[in-house]
């Protein structure tokens, strides 16, 4: 779902020819994925698989150099006959915290490791991911662990039901016709101020209710493709299992059912 913001936005073609000759003479390629004014930023590897039968590597929340040069670290006590052990506490990897890594629940996979993908092709790989620690050297699933990291490190090793990075408890709006005529959710919006309204396209001012995110997302699961459209953003599809179009929200709208038709793309 994310849009690849790797080497200066080249090319997918050139980006795989690229990272073939970096793989043939490093054993891999690292990419970076910037963050946007919603999604936290990614690094990840591609051919540790390949080249050594280990997982590849992805990491949330560090700066783009930072994560980096820890992946090539990394990389490079795999190059010394190291094996990633997933659930154990390792103390080397950051000078003032720990590391952990977690296996990547594989349907989480092609939310984020695109160009990965690209080159395995037909080939399944298995990932893992890197966790830190924050400032009181407390993973996320810990006590006191520091609330505002929680966004930038989101755990995939879990959540593949419900992909969303907020509360599955978050208050959302949606419509009566949704809520009590079983009818299909067609629109999703996260406006500016971060608020979430899935809607069936038909509702008027009287008919929007309030629910939880999880309640939605057990009623219809494609709505997981939703999770990390970005704030000014909406998506609208026909029917269930259409592709969903994304297109921008006008700047001087701000209601339920005023949204722009321009920047249209088809979504991923």
Not at 5 to 30: E, R
Not at 162 to 177: A, D, I, S
Request: aromatic share 12%; net charge negative.
């Amino acid at each position: 779902m994310h849009e690849e913001k790797d080497h200066h936005c080249i090319g997918k073609d050139d980006l795989l020819a690229q990272t073939k000759i970096n793989i043939a003479k490093f054993g891999l390629q690292v990419i970076v994925v910037n963050s946007s004014d919603y999604s936290p930023s990614f690094s990840y590897s591609i051919g540790l698989f390949d080249t050594y039968q280990q997982p590849e590597i992805i990491c949330f929340g560090l700066p783009d150099t930072i994560a980096h040069e820890i992946i090539n670290d990394v990389a490079a006590l795999i190059k010394q006959g190291e094996t990633i052990k997933t659930y154990s506490d390792y103390s080397g990897i950051f000078k003032d915290g720990r590391a952990i890594f977690l296996p990547v629940d594989e349907r989480n996979i092609p939310d984020y490791l695109g160009a990965a993908i690209n080159y395995y092709g037909e080939t399944t790989f298995p990932a893992v991911q890197l966790i830190w620690t924050d400032r009181n050297n407390k993973f996320p699933w810990e006590e006191i662990f520091e609330e505002k990291f929680l966004h930038i490190q989101p755990l995939l090793d879990r959540n593949a039901d419900f992909k969303f990075r907020e509360p599955k408890n978050l208050g959302v709006f949606t419509t009566r016709q949704w809520l009590d005529l079983n009818q299909p959710i067609l629109n999703v919006v996260h406006d500016k101020n971060g608020d979430w309204q899935f809607l069936t396209g038909d509702q008027l001012p009287d008919d929007i209710r309030l629910v939880a995110l999880e309640q939605l997302v057990i009623s219809d699961s494609s709505l997981n493709e939703a999770f990390d459209l970005n704030f000014g953003r909406s998506l609208d599809r026909a029917f269930i299992g259409d592709p969903w179009t994304e297109s921008t929200m006008e700047d001087s709208e701000d209601d339920d059912d005023d949204i722009a038709n321009n920047d249209e793309k088809e979504k991923n």
